[in-house]
C-alpha cells in the first residue's frame, strides 16, 4: 500500500467528484478530465493504492497522483495522502527489476533442425501444416544446452536435475520480455510435459505474444498453450484474426494475471478479451475473472472446443460462450 489514508481521501474527492468508490485495490472517482462535475453512477478513473498512479479507462489520461491533485485544486495535495518513503521503495524496486547488472540480450541458438530431427518432426507435426519454416517462429530453441551456455543461465539444483533430459526431449519457448523459457516435452506419452527455465524476475507475469491482423484494436485471444494460439493464429477457427491486435499464451491458467500483464505491457485499456480454454476449466471460472476485473475488461467471450480437449488439437469446432 502507498499510504492513501482512505477516509481521509474519501472526505477530500467527494468535494470534486460526486461519486468515490474504494477497493481493495483502487480509489475509484469520476474523471475531473473527462467528467467533470458530472453526475454520473458510473466512475472511469481509477487511483491505485498499490502504485502512485491513476488511469481513467474512459479518455485513457493517466499519470501521477500529483498531476490529478493539481487537476482537482490547481495545486499539489499529494503529501497528505502519499507516503513519500512508499512512493521511494516502489521507484527503487521497479528500477532494480528493470536495471539489473546481470541482465543481457539473450542469445537464441541456432535451431540446425537436421540435427534435431525428432524435434523437427514433432514441430511440425503440431503445427499442423506441411513444411512450415520454423526459423519464422519467434523465440524458438531447440539446443537447450547451447542456451544455458550462452546466456550463462544458473544452473540450480531443480535445472541440475533435469538438464541433460531438457537437452534430448525438450524444445522451448523464449517469453515476450525473456523473463521465462517455455519449454515442452516432444515426448507425448511422458508425466513430465512442461519445465520453466526462469532467467530474470518481472514485476508482471511474462507470456508468449503473436501479432493479430489490427494494431487499433483492443480485441486480444488468450490460451493457456502456445500451441493453442499457434493453431488459432495459423487456421483462423474463431474468424477474429483481422480484428484481433494479438495472441497470448499465459503458459498457466493464470489468466487474470496475464490480463493485467497485457494491459501494463501493451498499454491496452478495456479489453475485449477472447479465450481459447481447455474443457477442463469451468465457465464459472472466467465468470470471476470478468467480475473482478471490471476495470480492465470492457467485453468477455469464451471458446471451447468440441471435438477435443483444447484449441491446440488436430481438429476444432469452436462452441462459444459470451460473458
Not at 532467467?199 to 483492443?218: C, Q
Not at 498453450?225 to 499464451?249: H, V
Request: some cysteine.
Amino acid at each position: 500500500m502507498i499510504g492513501i489514508n482512505q477516509d481521509s481521501i474519501k472526505n477530500y474527492l467527494e468535494q470534486f467528484s460526486p461519486t468515490v468508490k474504494i477497493t481493495s485495490k483502487n480509489v475509484i472517482i469520476n474523471c475531473p478530465w473527462c467528467e467533470y462535475q458530472k453526475k454520473q453512477p458510473h466512475y472511469h478513473l481509477y487511483i491505485s493504492i498499490e502504485a502512485p498512479m491513476f488511469h481513467c479507462f474512459h479518455c485513457n489520461k493517466s499519470g501521477t497522483i500529483s498531476k490529478l491533485f493539481k487537476r482537482l485544486e490547481g495545486r499539489d495535495q499529494s503529501e497528505k495522502f502519499i507516503d513519500e518513503n512508499k512512493i521511494k521503495e516502489y521507484k527503487t524496486n521497479e528500477l532494480k527489476l528493470a536495471t539489473q547488472p546481470d541482465r543481457k540480450k539473450i542469445i537464441l541458438p541456432d535451431l540446425r533442425e537436421d540435427q534435431f530431427k525428432l524435434k523437427t518432426l514433432y514441430l511440425k507435426g503440431r503445427l499442423k501444416y506441411s513444411n512450415p519454416n520454423l526459423k519464422l517462429i519467434k523465440g524458438l530453441i531447440f539446443d537447450v544446452e547451447d542456451f544455458i551456455i550462452k546466456n550463462n543461465i544458473k544452473i540450480d539444483d531443480r535445472l541440475s536435475r533435469v538438464r541433460y533430459y531438457l537437452q534430448s526431449n525438450f524444445i522451448g519457448f523464449l517469453t515476450e520480455n525473456e523473463s521465462v523459457v517455455v519449454l515442452r516435452n516432444i515426448d507425448e506419452t511422458s508425466d513430465f510435459r512442461y519445465f520453466k527455465l526462469f532467467i530474470y524476475d518481472t514485476l508482471f507475469l511474462d507470456y508468449y505474444k503473436l501479432y493479430g491482423g489490427n494494431y487499433n484494436s483492443n480485441n486480444v485471444i488468450i490460451a493457456e498453450g502456445i500451441f493453442d494460439i499457434f493453431n488459432e493464429q495459423i487456421f483462423d477457427y474463431t474468424g477474429l484474426r483481422k480484428e484481433s491486435k494479438l495472441y497470448a499464451a499465459a503458459l498457466s491458467t493464470s489468466f487474470d494475471s496475464l490480463l493485467k500483464s497485457i494491459v501494463f505491457n501493451e498499454q491496452i485499456y478495456r479489453l475485449n478479451v477472447f479465450v481459447l480454454a481447455d474443457r477442463g476449466i469451468n465457465l464459472e471460472y472466467f465468470k470471476k475473472i470478468k467480475k473482478y476485473n471490471p476495470h480492465i475488461i470492457d467485453k468477455f467471450t469464451v471458446f471451447y472446443n468440441k471435438t477435443g480437449k483444447d484449441f491446440g488439437d488436430t481438429n476444432v469446432i469452436p462452441e462459444k460462450f459470451i460473458l
